[in-house]
């Protein structure tokens, strides 16, 4: 009897607990906190690669500012070598002049200094092949540096001359005479539109030296397109004229004339 009622005891208190578990609420999972979490995991990927980005975008910032230091480093170098090279005060040159002129060349464009501080420019850049008529390239080179020019040439000691240079290749089909001819027309065309910028004309004066005055082998295309150029020379306003005065001809005396013989002259009239 008393083991019947244990056991009867025993199964009701399993049927208990058994009832108490299955009443018991399952937990809820919140999915919103492991989407957040995911998000951030990917946002946080993202500024990783940005952050490799501007490290690789600085880096090239750096190399481009070095760079440009170098330049500008270069570009001051070659001011000063050339200023000091430069034979400001031959010829009776203002040296501030001279200062102004060479400025021309070194504020860019293609006009470059020359060793006797001269500007040179490719004729390739202001003219076509065989041609005086200015290119567009050539027309806005020469007006850039009008303005300079022209503030210079205000000062009477000085005069700008235009020489033109050709290279060795013979006159063929542009029906000019020699190159010297064509030399000479090409610096004549920059002195005209010179002038016509407001560069006083009769502080210009041209000259032509075809191809006998190279600065490289002619031998080369490269030393061919250095030869056919263009250049700018300031010089004292008393050296227009060629460095040796012509020889003075002597003019021969004249004959002595042979005294014509006398004729008799009439009588007078008798009062």
């Excluded at 989407?35 to 946080?44: A, M």
């Excluded at 290119?135 to 020019?149: F, V």
């Excluded at 030296?209 to 030393?223: I, L, M, Q, Y």
């Amino acid at each position: 009897m008393i083991r019947a009622c244990v056991a009867v005891i025993s199964l009701l208190a399993v049927a208990v607990l058994l009832s108490g578990c299955a009443a018991q609420p399952q937990p809820v999972v919140d999915t919103s906190l492991q989407n957040e979490n995911t998000n951030l995991r990917q946002r946080v990927f993202e500024l990783e690669g940005e952050k490799t980005q501007l490290r690789t975008e600085l880096a090239g910032a750096r190399g481009d500012l070095a760079s440009a230091r170098l330049d500008a480093e270069q570009w001051k170098a070659n001011y000063e070598a050339a200023k000091t090279a430069l034979p400001v005060s031959s010829g009776g040159l203002p040296p501030e002049l001279m200062r102004k002129f060479i400025e021309i060349a070194q504020a860019g464009g293609p006009f470059e200094l020359g060793p006797t501080g001269s500007l040179k420019a490719s004729s390739d850049i202001l003219f076509d092949s065989g041609k005086i008529e200015l290119k567009s390239t050539g027309q806005t080179a020469l007006k850039e540096i009008a303005p300079k020019l022209k503030e210079i040439l205000t000062d009477k000691r000085v005069m700008l001359r235009v020489d033109g240079h050709t290279d060795t290749q013979p006159i063929r089909r542009s029906g000019w005479n020699d190159n010297l001819h064509l030399s000479l027309m090409r610096a004549r065309a920059v002195v005209v539109f010179l002038g016509t910028q407001g560069v006083p004309a009769n502080a210009m004066c041209a000259a032509g030296f075809g191809e006998w005055h190279p600065v490289a082998d002619n031998s080369t295309k490269e030393g061919m397109a250095k030869n056919r150029r263009v250049e700018l020379s300031l010089i004292s306003s008393g050296q227009t004229g060629p460095a040796t005065p012509p020889p003075e001809i002597e003019t021969p005396a004249p004959e002595p004339r042979t005294p014509a013989p006398a004729t008799n002259p009439e009588p007078e009239p008798m009062d």
